[in-house]
């Protein structure tokens, strides 16, 4: 099956840095999504993104589909950002199945 | 708002002691999936309704079923709770085609005692 792999595992930043994270695939994907995860386990949508890049606030994402990985941006960071960052990639036709990544746990300090 | 809601957000059931998680949303789509989440790993696909239709994966014990008796609501049953079956049980809903995203309730924390 495919595989989706994450990096770095973990990441501690100070406040206002910048963090890039990474998600590869091990094989083509119809599709990819990148996920918060709160505190409290709230999975939060951040992007769906097939190709190309999209920017939400500080947030941004790149997706290069035929080299089968994707970036996630945080610029400025805020100790609301912590949690878990998930990738997952969508398959499965037209009921678009996730699998998803191992995650990066990102703890940002005041 | 539209959304997708799960009910209770905590539950503690005994081993062996039959339990069911309940999903529902006003988003009016016609997927629904129901994930396991167990501590510090990643949500798992247990199975998903395209419709009525009902989509076992391959690896998803016998012992959790499931049941949608109409769009809006699903239900995850779990026969005999083991203490491995400890979880966070996320439910989310999509639309079919290749535009569109899945939308995640808050989860249900399940602990077996």
Known sequence: GIQVEQSPPDLILQEGANSTLRCNFSDSVNNLQWFHQNPWGQLINLFYIPSGTKQNGRLSATTVATERYSLLYISSSQTTDSGVYFCAVVYGGATNKLIFGTGTLLAVQP | DAMVIQNPRYQVTQFGKPVTLS???????????????????APKLLFHYYDKDFNNEADTPDNFQSRRPNTSFCFLDIR??????????LCATGKTGATDTQYFGPGTRLTVL
């Open chain 2, 23 to 41: 999903c529902s949303q006003t988003l009016n789509h016609n997927v629904m999936y129901w994930y396991q989440q167990k501590s510090s790993q």
């Open chain 2, 80 to 89: 005999s709770p083991g203490l491995g079956d400890a979880a966070m049980y």
